[in-house]
């Protein structure tokens, strides 16, 4: 469907872009005038009017198609009273058997009878497809050639049209943010509804399990996050403590002390370190530096386990080291060089010219930096996942296992989904917390690095 | 003599001062030193633990290709052989793999070989079908756990029961070593072949093109929108306030968690949409929306770089706005734009967490084909083997770790190239 379905499209545009060309080169030949836009514009006019509107109903049956025939294989579906049915795994039946007969033995007569339906739709489904997009496409030509005279402007159309999609373009940031926003807030909109909010921000217990079974009531599953920001912002802070004087110092180096060859060499290796998937440092922790943390911890005494916010925070402070740097390179660079002038001038050796007039004056840029990279870390997901573990444990000790809010939305998202219990749902209120943290941060490091940047120019 | 102890205070008080300057520059080279050597031991550790898997271990083995036991005859058709019994014949051939081994024996001597092995021993026979009732030497792949154990990543020398081989294996090992029976060689399965569970047959080909058919989806999508989003913003669009909303929106949409992106396709592509779990088309739109905004910051500074000359050029000639900045400054920013394209893809490809919210995490035995397949992904990939138990797995996540840094290492050459290739200096 998709292949052939391209190749109709791709036969439409042609024909109908030569078609135009030369139905408008014919009417105005017979009217004797000349058009008022080249032919190619009239050509563009016809080709837009049999595209979009055959794209629109194509991508719109791509995303329909197999929710509507579900629905209604379901709906006419003969369910025996007194059966208990889960509807997603009885479709997956329906489907295997409609695609492969040979599962078809064993099922009962109303599975087969539904996947017979269901394949008996998918087929009206596809000869409706391709019909409707045929006569969409011829549809929309006529609508276009009946405006082919050489009075009709079409370059001033074509012009107009152009602005829409490129307007179209720009919102797209718009409409993700916009889909962002809702999906976050709609599912946890749900998890609200069974986990009251301030158990979720106040409370300390965070045992995500559910009842298995309908019913069962052993284990009814608390969900107070505390734990969980706590680990996250313990994760945050060694982070800091490793990026902030490794990333500083060496944005300092680079930008006062360093030869130009120096900085040719470094800031390129910088850059493969800010390139290095997330997954590789997660690697890079798992098999390095958390056995090194675990060994070093045993040598001072201290009963470490094997994968601790020590060694994730380490791995991931690394990882931002080239974000600080080359955000404070850049800010540094940016203090006006009078400043610096001035101070050697007066007899300051470098140091104290650095320490007493760059650093403060630069220091608003240097904190937007700091913020930036904090959103950065708390957003991050695969070094966590990998290296810090998955037990909540409300501790400020570095040595132990601790789990983060991406953790988290990971471990609940992994395996099956079911979007009805409150462990599915979590992951939804865990990520707009997560969404709005991050939003926030950078809102005001932007704000802080826009005003630093105004009091120079 | 106050002069001079002046003097001294200052010369003093200078030499403290520029030891001071000296400890600070020594500070800030050390700190530059430190993340480098963090950079090179990371690909040193990576290097080190991943470089073994690109060899595997063979085991020669005696195989008889009687038609007895196979239930073929020489003149048998193709579907014939292909359905011919040759479990049968690698349980004969284990069985008399070493001379005279009871039955607690056989049992240990299998566990030395792949599950592959029926596949190898029938391969081989569909390939030479002339062997029908003849003894053949041929190398067939060795089990994971001999195969770690010869590269010396598992260690013999802990106790037995917390070894994946007991004793009696290893002295068949080391029998194996002696006889020159067994051998390293270049490992095929791992670029051939798609993830499985057995460390020994599993491979990155599957994960691989998964990658190529995401990066496909996001160039395919994102490329398009944001050339057009950054001509709108640049060249048309009027300063307004919707305007800004857009461009903060932008920036803002940069800074956001690549999991939260993973959330957005599993509450509205799947959910709502209902497109297929887990294919490299669900894949690849939540990257395309991720890498989106970056992509637009490297088109709209490309399209800054033009210089306005250029489209005033066209003005004044008589062309109308769109066609000076379609037929003047989008083609001069192109190569640009492209560069910026192919740095967002290889953002794109790195990334993890918004594919293992799609469902693209799992099991996927088989070499996707196309778009709405469900696929691995690379790093996901490295994810999975990363986390695995198994020890053979360790070193295949170090490999794959590999081919995705080169696969990195060259998109982001190639992008070098383009920009010193084709932009021109103004």
């Known amino acids: ?457 | 003599m106050n002069n001079s102890v002046a003097k001294e205070k200052i010369v003093s008080l200078r030499k403290k001062r520029s030891l001071e300057d000296m400890r600070f520059k020594y500070y800030g080279f050390t700190a530059m030193c430190l993340s480098l050597a963090v950079l090179v031991f990371l690909l040193y550790t990576i290097f080190s633990k991943g470089y073994t898997a690109f060899q595997k271990t063979i085991v020669l083995l005696e195989v008889d290709y009687n038609q007895e036991v196979l239930k073929l005859t020489p003149d048998s058709s193709d579907e014939e052989m292909e359905k011919g019994k040759f479990f049968r014949v690698k349980k004969q051939a284990i069985e008399n793999f070493f001379p005279d081994l009871s039955k607690s024996d056989i049992k240990l001597v299998k566990k030395l070989f792949s599950i592959n092995v029926d596949n190898e021993i029938k391969d081989y026979f569909l390939d030479n079908p002339e062997v029908i009732n003849t003894k053949q030497q041929i190398w067939v792949t060795a089990h994971s756990d001999v195969d770690q154990l010869l590269k010396g990543n598992s260690r013999r020398d802990v106790p037995e029961d917390r070894r994946k081989l007991n004793d009696i294996q290893l002295s068949y090992v080391d029998q194996l070593v002696e006889e020159n029976r067994v051998k390293q060689v270049f490992n095929n399965f791992f670029f051939t072949k798609a993830d499985s569970r057995h460390p020994e047959i599993a491979g990155v080909a599957g994960s691989f093109m998964g990658s190529l058919f995401t990066l496909f989806t996001v160039f395919i999508l994102s490329f398009p929108i944001a050339i057009g989003a950054s001509v709108y913003l640049e060249e048309f669009a009027p300063k307004n306030r919707i305007t800004e909303l857009i461009e903060v929106n932008i920036s803002n949409l940069a800074a956001v968690p690549s999991i939260v992106f993973g959330l957005l396709g599993l509450g509205v592509l799947l959910n709502v949409f209902g497109l297929p779990r887990s294919t490299p088309l669900v894949g690849g739109s939540v990257l395309a929306l991720m890498t989106l905004p970056t992509i637009i910051i490297a088109c709209r500074a490309s399209l800054k770089a033009v210089p306005p000359s250029i489209k005033e050029g066209a003005l004044a000639v008589g062309a109308t706005k769109t066609q000076a900045v379609f037929h003047h400054v989008v083609p001069l920013a192109l190569p640009g734009t492209l560069t910026g394209t192919i740095i967002g893809l290889a953002q794109a490809l790195g990334e993890t967490a918004p594919l293992i919210m799609i469902g693209m995490i799992a099991f996927i035995p088989n070499i996707p084909t196309g778009l709405t397949e469900p696929s691995a992904a690379l790093p996901v990939q490295i994810y999975l083997w990363v986390e695995s138990a198994e020890r053979g797995f360790q070193e295949k996540s170090a490999a794959a770790i590999m081919v995705i840094l080169i696969f990195l290492f060259m998109m982001n050459a190639i992008a070098v190239f383009l920009r010193n290739r084709f932009e021109r200096k103004w």
């Open chain 1, 1 to 457: 469907m998709f292949f052939w379905s391209l190749v109709l499209i791709a036969v439409g545009i042609f024909s109908s872009f030569i078609y135009g060309r030369s139905r408008i080169k014919l009417n105005s030949k017979k009217q004797g005038t000349k058009s008022k836009s080249l032919p190619t514009y009239y050509a563009q006019y016809v080709l837009m009017w049999c595209l979009f509107p055959a794209l629109i109903v194509y991508f719109s049956w791509a995303i329909f198609q197999e929710q509507i025939i579900q629905n209604i294989v379901i709906s006419n579906f003969e369910f025996i009273e007194g059966a208990v049915y889960n509807e997603g795994l009885l479709l997956a039946e329906i489907r295997n058997v409609a695609n492969n007969p040979s599962f078809a033995d064993g099922k009962s007569i109303e599975i087969i009878n539904a996947a017979s339906h269901y394949s008996s739709l998918r087929q009206i489904s596809q000869i409706s497809f391709y019909t409707s997009i045929i006569i969409i496409m011829l549809l929309g030509a006529l609508y276009a050639s009946q405006k082919l005279k050489p009075e009709f402007h079409a370059q001033h159309t074509i012009e107009r049209y152009i602005q829409y999609i490129l307007i179209f373009c720009s919102s797209v940031a718009i409409f993700t943010t916009i889909g962002i926003v809702f999906s976050l807030i709609f599912e946890s909109l749900r998890f609200f509804a069974e986990v009251s909010i301030f158990e979720f921000l106040f409370s300390t217990e965070w045992y995500p399990f559910i009842p298995i079974r309908e019913g069962q009531t052993a284990a009814e599953g608390s969900f107070g996050a505390v734990p969980i920001f706590a680990g996250t912002f313990l994760v945050m802070v060694v982070a800091m403590c490793v990026a902030v004087p490794l990333g500083l110092l060496t944005a300092i180096y680079l930008a006062e002390y360093a030869s130009q060859r120096v900085r040719k060499t470094v800031k390129p290796l910088l850059e493969i370190l800010a390139g290095i998937p997330t997954i590789v440092y997660g690697f890079f922790a798992f098999v390095s530096v958390a056995p090194f943390v675990k060994a070093f911890g045993q040598s001072i005494g201290i009963d470490a386990s094997p994968t601790s916010a020590l060694a994730a925070g380490m791995v991931m402070g690394v990882m931002i080291i080239p974000f600080i740097s080359s955000l404070s390179d850049d800010v540094i660079n940016s203090v006006p060089q009078s400043l610096r002038e001035a101070s050697l001038g007066i007899g300051a050796n470098k140091a104290e010219t650095i320490k007493k007039v760059i650093l403060p004056a630069a220091l608003p840029g240097i904190v937007g930096a700091f913020l930036l990279a904090i959103s950065r870390a708390i957003g991050e997901t695969m070094i966590v996942v990998v290296a810090a573990g998955t037990a909540p444990n409300l501790t400020g000790n570095p040595f132990e296992n601790v789990t983060t809010v991406t953790v988290q939305i990971v471990v609940a998202l992994i395996g099956d989904q079911e979007f009805d219990n409150p462990r599915t749902l979590s992951a939804f209120a865990l990520g707009l917390v997560l969404f709005v943290i991050t939003l926030f941060l950078n809102i005001i490091a932007l704000q802080i690095v826009k005003r630093y940047r105004e009091r120079y120019e």
